[in-house]
């Protein structure tokens, strides 16, 4: 086996209304470098990761082995070193960073020679919704549903943005922030929630963000839900908006928060909320277009 590296950058699910669907590639990265060896060797360079260096609890690696499973393959032992910007339990895809690692890892040692379709079927079987998986897997903004014929996609071009985030210290189980949601949803809600997921992406597509901005921040599928358990959630938003950001909404099942603001704008908004937010991390990202990237090394 050819020494390779996969990298998989991190996603925020949602952007507002688009519930379970749109889902944005962000910067911060999951790096895996593997190569052939007589015996396992995990090494994990980060806090991000959990603490599992024991390859038969190790999420990565449970993936790759049960992917590679269902092409009639045992996945060989490797030393494999780990390294992840994502923060986990805070909203930015480090689980679906995770599950697209896993595939990629069995698609290459194992030489699957797995289709796009075919990995974005199976993460998506994985996580249960395609919102980041999908933008894990192919970078950039992705819509995408799934339907009784297939998981069906569009990677729409996003206007220039400048992206923050407000990370804070304390994480939140996406399945808590799941049981916060109503299980049925009256069909007048469900027209205007959907009505303003709509406008949003004709928004997004027509390149106006104010309109984008006003749209993110009236949904009505999980955000009034959430918001509760979302620390300074009301004080963020109004914030940011007055400090000139387009919208901001919740990074996936939160706690993360998210504001799109007008290009150059994003590093004052930055400053201002590091003093008023002292205890988070706040940081200004950029939209990753290259998805994961498989590189060859040596
Ligand atoms: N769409 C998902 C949710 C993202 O909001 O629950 C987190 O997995």
Same mark, same amino acid.
């Given at each position: 086996?050819?020494?390779?590296?996969?990298?998989?950058?991190?996603?925020?699910? /949602?952007?507002?209304? %688009?519930?379970?669907?749109? +889902?944005?590639?962000?910067?911060?990265?999951?790096?895996?470098?593997?190569?052939?060896?007589?015996?396992?060797?995990?090494?994990?360079?980060?806090?991000?990761?959990?603490?599992?260096?024991?390859? *038969?609890? !190790?999420?990565?690696?449970?993936?790759?082995? *049960?992917? $590679? +499973?269902?092409?009639?393959?045992?996945?060989?032992?490797?030393?494999?070193?780990?390294?992840?910007?994502? =923060?986990?339990?805070? +909203?930015?895809?480090?689980?679906?960073?995770?599950?697209?690692?896993?595939?990629?890892? $069995?698609?290459?040692?194992?030489?699957?020679?797995?289709?796009? @379709?075919?990995?974005?079927?199976?993460?998506?079987?994985?996580?249960?919704?395609? *919102?980041?998986? $999908?933008?894990?897997?192919? %970078? &950039?903004?992705?819509?995408?549903?799934?339907?009784?014929?297939?998981?069906?996609?569009?990677?729409?071009?996003?206007?220039?943005?400048?992206?923050?985030?407000?990370?804070?210290? $304390? &994480?939140?189980?996406?399945?808590?922030?799941?049981?916060?949601? =109503?299980?049925?949803?009256?069909?007048?809600?469900?027209?205007?929630?959907?009505?303003?997921? /709509?406008?949003?992406?004709?928004?997004?597509?027509? %390149?106006?963000? !104010?309109?984008?901005?006003?749209?993110? @921040?009236?949904?009505?599928?999980?955000?009034?839900?959430?918001?509760?358990?979302?620390?300074?959630?009301?004080?963020?938003?109004?914030?940011?908006?007055?400090? &000139?950001?387009? &919208?901001?909404?919740?990074?996936?099942?939160?706690?993360?928060?998210?504001?799109?603001?007008?290009?150059?704008?994003?590093?004052?908004?930055?400053?201002?909320?590091?003093?008023?937010?002292?205890?988070?991390?706040?940081?200004?990202?950029?939209?990753? !277009? *290259?998805?994961?990237?498989?590189?060859?090394?040596?």
């Amino acid at each position: 086996m050819t020494p390779f590296r996969i990298r998989v950058p991190a996603s925020s699910a /949602n952007v507002g209304p %688009g519930f379970d669907s749109m +889902g944005l590639a962000l910067n911060l990265y999951l790096t895996l470098d593997v190569s052939a060896s007589a015996t396992w060797k995990i090494e994990q360079h980060s806090s991000h990761l959990p603490e599992v260096t024991d390859v *038969d609890n !190790h999420y990565i690696v449970t993936i790759a082995r *049960d992917i $590679a +499973g269902r092409w009639n393959q045992e996945f060989p032992p490797c030393k494999m070193t780990v390294w992840s910007d994502i =923060p986990l339990a805070r +909203g930015l895809g480090s689980s679906a960073s995770a599950i697209v690692a896993g595939i990629e890892l $069995a698609d290459q040692a194992c030489a699957l020679a797995l289709t796009r @379709e075919k990995k974005l079927e199976l993460a998506t079987e994985m996580e249960g919704h395609p *919102d980041n998986v $999908a933008p894990a897997l192919m %970078g &950039g903004f992705v819509i995408s549903t799934v339907t009784d014929r297939a998981i069906d996609w569009v990677q729409l071009p996003m206007p220039d943005a400048d992206v923050i985030v407000y990370i804070p210290e $304390a &994480g939140l189980m996406t399945e808590a922030a799941r049981k916060a949601l =109503p299980d049925t949803y009256q069909r007048e809600l469900a027209a205007s929630a959907s009505a303003r997921s /709509n406008v949003l992406v004709a928004s997004l597509a027509s %390149g106006d963000f !104010h309109l984008a901005g006003n749209m993110m @921040e009236c949904d009505l599928f999980h955000e009034p839900y959430r918001a509760e358990l979302i620390p300074n959630y009301d004080d963020i938003r109004s914030e940011a908006k007055k400090s &000139g950001a387009y &919208g901001t909404v919740l990074s996936g099942s939160g706690p993360t928060m998210m504001s799109f603001a007008p290009t150059g704008k994003g590093e004052s908004i930055v400053s201002h909320f590091k003093e008023l937010l002292p205890d988070y991390q706040v940081a200004l990202l950029q939209i990753d !277009h *290259d998805g994961a990237v498989i590189s060859l090394q040596g």
